[in-house]
């Protein structure tokens, strides 16, 4: 959150301190959105509702993530009133109306369509205004999910310059008034700091039923979360139905409308569903129905998990099956895994599993190691994706230095350990130019049963310790790389899925996720002490 004063005309932004301020519109001087008088038969001259010194000097709305501004104002503030208050869009913004039909449902509220706001109403337009932008440093840090949110005159007005910006403004909003609340008067100016905000959930080896998914959604919507990763391949269970290769397919899993279902829900709340088929590795269910995929080492035995990439037929069946779901999930992103190959996990993986180091030199000289093989299968599966317009995602320790081969510069580096073969420090990635993830397995893995050293993890601890620039274990990179670190994003395993019910992890990680967000929305210190923080998320 900012500290110290912003200018404003007519008022004071102010974050943990009063001040005298007056309300108003932006735009303009007078008592209507964009300097015009009021609309519902009320005089400019003299409202009946205009703000005067007898109201206190507002504080900003509570809640989670807490407004990076807030400009205090005197006035009544506003409420919904079920009577005559209705949620309209402006004059060309129908793009809204799902925005709009939501937050007035939510609120008990008409839609009235394309209209003129009158007393009671909440007005929700595309703006090219200043939404987001940093006064401080003058330059726009939110983008298309900064926003501007007014109370003024018992009306409310949420501006942003796209979609989910006025779709995170209703969610201040509905927080705002949860409880019978008043939202304050006076103005928000609010925006992200970081573009990624996830939560990702292993379905693969601990199934979770739609309606408890679609209840995730629902929370993370509310929460200004934008991406839902789904790992739903791994050597427990493939948990989307095929039609490439319906064989793998475990017996509890989702359908394809299912899954479009769900896909369409969280676009109705902006958020992105980021499918995730690992490979070459945590493949068992995908080998269990073709054991000659199966990687055997030296002496034959069977390495859990992965195909023997040396195979043609192995790259074929999973590229099948990312062809297969590129549709199903339209969004921008896609995580191709690469993690946990056990073939590198051994003293002398030529040695041990020859007929990868034929292969190896086979495409690569007579220099190349069996590295630079699982290299080359990553780079492969990223040109399999990329012509349906994704971006990539890999976690880190599918990133090898040296060798013959380097992943492609387009992936970004989803950073979960430092502790894995190939591992390296996030410096190392960041001083390549790579752009990266945080999901840092200190603060944001959430592994049922906590095998190995996994703790579940505290929201307090998150809350009080964690920001983005806490990559790997407890110390941050340095802030130079800031730009480069995309967000964040807390992650569910399933490593025993029966330790906990699908409820008890729900329970779980309702305040890890809340202090997440907190943090990949404004990653300085955060003005309430966590019992307060607890407090006010229990009233929301």
């Known amino acids: 959150m900012r500290r110290g004063p912003v200018a404003a005309a007519g008022g004071v932004a102010v974050v943990g301190a009063v001040v005298l301020a007056v309300g108003f519109w932006p735009g303009g001087d007078g008592d209507g959105p964009?300097?015009?008088?009021?609309?519902?038969?009320?005089?400019?001259?003299?409202?009946?509702?205009?703000?005067?010194?007898?109201?206190?000097?507002?504080?900003?709305p509570a809640t989670i993530p807490a407004v990076r501004e807030h400009t205090a104002a005197r006035g009544p503030g506003w409420r919904p009133d079920e009577g005559k208050g209705r949620v309209v869009i402006g004059d060309g913004d129908s793009g809204l109306a799902d925005e709009a039909k939501l937050l007035a449902g939510e609120l008990k509220l008409?839609?009235?369509?394309?209209?003129?706001?009158?007393?009671?109403?909440v007005q929700l337009t595309l703006?090219?205004?200043?939404?987001?932008?940093?006064?401080?440093?003058?330059?726009?840090?939110?983008?298309?999910?900064?926003y501007t949110l007014t109370v003024k005159?018992?009306?409310?007005?949420?501006?942003?310059?796209?979609?989910?910006?006025?779709?995170?403004?209703?969610?201040?909003?509905?927080?705002?008034?949860s409880g019978g609340r008043t939202a304050p008067e006076g103005v928000v100016r609010d925006r992200p700091a970081k573009p990624q905000r996830g939560f990702m959930i292993d379905i693969a080896r601990k199934h979770y039923d739609l309606k408890w998914l679609e209840d995730r959604v629902r929370d993370l919507g509310d929460l200004k979360y934008n991406q839902l990763g789904l790992h739903?391949?791994?050597?427990?269970?493939?948990?989307?139905?095929?039609?490439?290769h319906p064989e793998i397919v475990s017996s509890d899993h989702l359908t394809k409308d299912q899954v479009r279902g769900l896909v369409k829900l969280a676009a109705s709340r902006h958020i992105t569903v980021v499918p995730e088929i690992d490979s070459p590795g945590h493949l068992g269910a995908v080998t269990r129905q073709h054991p000659s995929l199966q990687l055997r080492d030296s002496r034959g035995k069977v390495t859990r998990g992965a195909v023997d990439i040396s195979k043609p037929a192995a790259a074929k069946i999973v590229d099948d099956l990312l062809k297969e779901y590129a549709d199903l999930f339209p969004g921008a992103y896609w995580h191709l895994g690469a993690d946990e190959y056990l073939a590198l996990t051994v003293k002398n993986p030529e040695a041990s599993y020859p007929q990868l180091a034929a292969a190896a030199r086979e495409r690569y000289g007579a220099d190349g190691r069996v590295q630079d093989l699982a290299t080359g299968w990553l780079n492969d599966r990223a040109d399999t994706v990329r012509p349906f317009d994704k971006k990539l995602k890999a976690w880190n320790d599918g990133f090898f230095r040296g060798g013959k081969t380097q992943a492609a510069d387009d992936l970004?580096?989803?950073y979960w350990t430092g502790k894995e073969i190939g591992a390296r420090e996030p410096d190392a990635y960041l001083k390549a130019g790579r752009k990266l993830v945080n999901y840092n397995?200190?603060?944001?893995?959430?592994?049922?049963?906590?095998?190995?050293?996994?703790?579940?993890?505290?929201g307090q601890r998150i809350y009080e310790s964690w920001t983005p620039l806490v990559v790997r274990g407890t110390k941050p990179?340095?802030?130079?790389?800031?730009?480069?670190?995309?967000?964040?994003?807390?992650?569910v395993w399933g490593d025993l899925a029966d330790a906990q019910t699908q409820e008890q992890v729900a329970a779980g990680i309702r305040m890890p996720l809340r202090a997440t967000v907190q943090k990949l929305w404004d990653p300085g210190k955060p003005d309430l002490a966590w019992k307060d923080f607890v407090k006010l998320a229990d009233g929301l």
Not at 441 to 458: C, K, M
């Open 110 to 121: 008409k839609y009235g369509g394309e209209s003129d706001p009158r007393e009671g109403d």
């Open 441 to 458: 397995d200190e603060y944001l893995y959430y592994v049922l049963g906590q095998p190995q050293t996994f703790r579940y993890p505290t």
């Open 34 to 60: 964009d300097g015009a008088a009021p609309s519902g038969g009320r005089s400019a001259a003299a409202p009946s509702t205009s703000p005067t010194k007898s109201y206190a000097l507002s504080k900003a």
């Open 127 to 146: 703006s090219d205004g200043d939404e987001g932008k940093d006064k401080g440093k003058g330059k726009d840090k939110g983008g298309d999910e900064s």
């Open 153 to 177: 005159g018992e009306r409310v007005r949420i501006a942003a310059p796209a979609e989910a910006g006025v779709f995170y403004g209703t969610r201040t909003l509905k927080q705002a008034v």
């Open 412 to 414: 970004e580096v989803a």
């Open 232 to 244: 739903f391949s791994d050597d427990q269970a493939f948990r989307i139905e095929s039609e490439s």
């Open 477 to 491: 990179v340095s802030e130079r790389y800031d730009d480069q670190i995309l967000g964040g994003t807390f992650a």
